[in-house]
């Protein structure tokens, strides 16, 4: 593999909350060789002249769903798997052209899109799965209608998110379905939820000992539980159960979060997510019934960042769009400047979602030996965060694990 130098540029520090000036960055075999002034590179090295812009790692997101590749959630279930895996892989190289290098998806994406990265087959991000999202009968991953008595939600098919599941027995059995599958975590739907058809937001899901046997499967694989989460009701048992990682939370309490801080949790809060819904629900044929839903989550959702940050509970990026709405991506950025600051943005989506993603210190960071997931950014999102905006406008060159897959400064 070439080596490639970085020179003449800024680079972001994450951790630090700083740019650094007069810094090269060594790139050989995927990974970063070497941080510092002057240096030297092998023959035959790439040379990249950043004429002053900034380096920084790639972008996490922590909460996607690939195989959404229509609002139509059905419609992509019942697609031909050859046919939502080339949707998938389109939705995944989208993602990377915004900046991002990681995703971590909530429930759909399978052992095949992970290897089609790393094969070289999608140039896209790569993949961190938890396979399906498991749900309660009639709970929020299950899309049946009341009077559908069919069995199960066809989980068999690529393009379903979620996995009917109830009992202890049967929760035992799912999750280690999901890890022989080659989960890196195990997602649950602990509360109700905005898109699925039976239950309120209020709804609690999962019994305690069925969420309690799933974190047991998951601690003996050393993996972790992810849930989908508003109620503080409801996060405050996920957290009391052992869940580590807590999506959404726009209706966390302060003392919640306290709690959730010293368990060591982190939330994914995912505001554009109901933004979108929001601003474009009426033309997918969301109802007065769904809008009530939207509207409760979406009027907590800043508040939540305000008592997330203040309790020192960890947040990691994310963002929760299906279908259409993709085109909302960026738009978290500028929900999340609301409150949070443009260091504790880019933290959230690159050393926070590394963590998370089980990358700690090798991704999300610029070091050497840490993979070289790098993007090229005009100008210092520190100080306009607005620059990780606009679907990539402002990010020139795009590189995963030492693969230049976006190339635009010449």
Same mark, same amino acid.
């Given at each position: 593999?070439?080596?490639? =130098?970085?020179?003449?540029?800024?680079?972001?520090?994450?951790?630090?909350?700083?740019?650094?000036?007069?810094? %090269?960055?060594?790139?050989?075999?995927?990974?970063?060789?070497?941080?510092?002034?002057?240096?030297?590179?092998?023959?035959?090295?790439?040379?990249?002249?950043? #004429?002053?812009?900034?380096? /920084?790692?790639?972008? &996490?997101?922590?909460?996607?769903?690939?195989?959404?590749?229509?609002?139509?959630?059905?419609?992509?279930?019942?697609?031909?798997?050859?046919?939502?895996?080339?949707?998938?892989?389109?939705? /995944?190289?989208?993602?990377?052209?915004?900046?991002?290098?990681?995703?971590?998806?909530?429930?759909?994406?399978?052992?095949?899109?992970?290897?089609?990265?790393?094969? @070289?087959?999608?140039?896209?991000?790569?993949? $961190?799965?938890?396979?399906?999202?498991?749900?309660?009968? @009639?709970?929020?991953?299950?899309?049946?209608?009341?009077?559908?008595?069919?069995?199960?939600?066809?989980?068999?098919?690529?393009?379903? /998110?979620?996995?009917?599941?109830?009992?202890?027995?049967?929760?035992?059995?799912? #999750?280690?379905?999901?890890?022989?599958?080659?989960?890196?975590?195990?997602?649950?739907?602990?509360?109700?939820?905005?898109?699925?058809?039976? %239950?309120?937001?209020?709804?609690?899901?999962?019994?305690?000992?069925?969420? #309690?046997?799933?974190?047991?499967?998951?601690?003996?694989?050393?993996?972790?539980?992810?849930?989908? =989460?508003?109620?503080?009701?409801? &996060?405050?048992?996920?957290?009391?159960?052992?869940?580590?990682?807590?999506?959404?939370?726009?209706? $966390?309490?302060?003392?919640?979060?306290?709690?959730?801080?010293?368990? @060591?949790?982190?939330?994914?809060?995912? =505001?554009?997510?109901?933004?979108?819904?929001?601003?474009?629900?009426?033309?997918?044929?969301?109802?007065?019934?769904?809008?009530?839903?939207?509207?409760?989550?979406?009027?907590?959702?800043?508040?939540?960042?305000?008592?997330?940050?203040?309790?020192?509970?960890?947040?990691?990026?994310?963002?929760?769009?299906?279908?259409?709405?993709?085109?909302?991506?960026?738009?978290?950025?500028?929900?999340?400047?609301?409150?949070?600051?443009?260091?504790? $943005?880019?933290?959230?989506?690159?050393?926070?979602?590394?963590?998370?993603?089980?990358? #700690?210190?090798?991704?999300?960071?610029?070091?050497?030996?840490?993979?070289?997931?790098? &993007?090229?950014?005009?100008?210092?999102?520190?100080?306009? &965060?607005?620059?990780?905006?606009? %679907?990539?406008?402002?990010?020139?060159?795009?590189?995963? %694990?030492?693969? $230049?897959?976006?190339?635009?400064?010449?």
């Amino acid at each position: 593999m070439t080596s490639i =130098l970085f020179t003449n540029g800024k680079v972001l520090d994450p951790e630090g909350g700083v740019t650094k000036s007069g810094l %090269d960055v060594l790139v050989e075999n995927g990974r970063i060789k070497s941080v510092g002034s002057g240096l030297d590179a092998p023959s035959g090295t790439r040379r990249i002249d950043l #004429a002053g812009r900034t380096l /920084m790692p790639g972008l &996490i997101d922590c909460h996607v769903h690939v195989v959404a590749e229509t609002l139509d959630l059905w419609a992509n279930i019942i697609a031909p798997t050859s046919l939502a895996a080339l949707r998938s892989a389109r939705v /995944m190289e989208e993602a990377l052209q915004r900046g991002f290098t990681t995703l971590r998806d909530l429930g759909g994406a399978d052992i095949g899109l992970v290897r089609g990265v790393e094969e @070289g087959l999608i140039g896209g991000p790569r993949l $961190i799965i938890c396979g399906k999202g498991l749900t309660t009968t @009639g709970g929020h991953a299950d899309l049946r209608r009341r009077t559908d008595d069919r069995p199960g939600m066809m989980s068999d098919r690529l393009g379903s /998110m979620g996995y009917v599941v109830d009992g202890v027995d049967a929760c035992r059995a799912a #999750a280690r379905e999901m890890i022989k599958g080659g989960a890196r975590f195990i997602k649950i739907m602990a509360n109700g939820g905005v898109s699925s058809p039976n %239950d309120p937001i209020e709804s609690i899901q999962f019994s305690r000992e069925e969420i #309690a046997a799933i974190v047991e499967e998951a601690e003996n694989a050393n993996i972790y539980v992810s849930a989908h =989460l508003y109620t503080d009701r409801a &996060i405050r048992r996920a957290v009391e159960l052992g869940v580590h990682s807590l999506e959404h939370c726009n209706l $966390i309490e302060p003392e919640t979060a306290r709690m959730a801080a010293e368990k @060591g949790c982190i939330a994914v809060p995912t =505001l554009v997510a109901y933004e979108a819904l929001h601003l474009e629900g009426k033309r997918f044929g969301f109802g007065e019934t769904e809008f009530s839903k939207i509207d409760v989550v979406r009027n907590g959702g800043l508040r939540s960042l305000e008592i997330m940050r203040d309790a020192g509970l960890k947040m990691a990026f994310g963002s929760d769009l299906l279908g259409e709405l993709r085109k909302y991506h960026c738009m978290e950025f500028e929900l999340l400047a609301k409150v949070l600051t443009p260091a504790e $943005i880019i933290r959230s989506a690159t050393v926070i979602g590394a963590e998370l993603c089980g990358y #700690a210190g090798k991704l999300g960071v610029i070091t050497p030996d840490a993979l070289a997931d790098l &993007i090229v950014v005009d100008g210092d999102p520190l100080e306009n &965060i607005a620059l990780l905006q606009d %679907d990539g406008a402002h990010i020139p060159l795009v590189m995963r %694990d030492g693969l $230049i897959l976006k190339d635009r400064l010449n």
